[in-house]
């Protein structure tokens, strides 16, 4: 019995920073103060959709605009295969609007960033890159569309 906290992050956020280091998983609070717009705080909807069901969808959307005339490039690393790519390379990077959209994918809230991922992150930070991690395909779409119109 008892609370699980690893799946419970809104009763992390509540915590002393000791705490939060101390139950928060792999994401440290430290990382949580330098980047509060990764800090959870509404978990969206949990789905039965896999992971790879939603980059598949958000690669299709992808291939259907530049079959529109629209010529977005982007790179998919897909969880089909083991990737070759530098470990903690997000799922996708996609080019628009003059920049490069990272972006990782995850299956719910609970799910976390690897420390590979985090490091990768800082890095895509410190180089004023966006990175965002996205639970679906309509939420990559919406960012893709949102950045585009800026």
């Given at each position: 019995?008892?609370?699980?906290?690893?799946?419970?992050?809104?009763?992390?956020?509540?915590?002393?920073s000791?705490?939060?280091?101390?139950?928060?998983?792999?994401?440290?609070?430290?990382?949580?103060?330098?980047?509060?717009?990764?800090?959870?705080?509404?978990?969206?909807?949990?789905?039965?959709?896999?992971?790879?069901?939603?980059?598949?969808?958000?690669?299709?959307?992808?291939?259907?605009?530049?079959?529109?005339?629209?010529?977005?490039?982007?790179?998919?690393?897909?969880?089909?295969?083991r990737s070759?790519?530098?470990?903690?390379?997000?799922?996708?990077?996609?080019?628009?609007?003059?920049?490069?959209?990272?972006?990782?994918?995850?299956?719910?809230?609970?799910?976390?960033?690897?420390?590979d991922?985090?490091?990768?992150?800082?890095?895509?930070?410190?180089?004023?890159?966006?990175?965002k991690?996205?639970?679906?395909?309509?939420?990559?779409?919406?960012?893709?569309?949102?950045?585009?119109?800026?």
């Amino acid at each position: 019995m008892g609370v699980h906290l690893q799946s419970n992050p809104h009763l992390i956020r509540l915590m002393s920073s000791e705490d939060q280091a101390k139950f928060a998983g792999t994401i440290s609070s430290d990382f949580y103060e330098r980047h509060p717009e990764y800090r959870p705080v509404s978990p969206p909807p949990k789905t039965d959709k896999l992971e790879r069901d939603e980059q598949r969808e958000f690669a299709s959307w992808l291939l259907l605009q530049n079959s529109k005339g629209r010529q977005i490039p982007f790179v998919w690393h897909s969880t089909a295969h083991r990737s070759k790519a530098t470990p903690g390379t997000p799922d996708f990077l996609v080019g628009i609007a003059g920049q490069w959209l990272c972006i990782e994918f995850k299956r719910d809230y609970t799910c976390e960033l690897s420390p590979d991922q985090q490091e990768f992150c800082e890095r895509c930070l410190a180089q004023r890159l966006v990175f965002k991690m996205v639970y679906g395909a309509a939420e990559a779409i919406k960012l893709v569309e949102e950045t585009d119109s800026l």
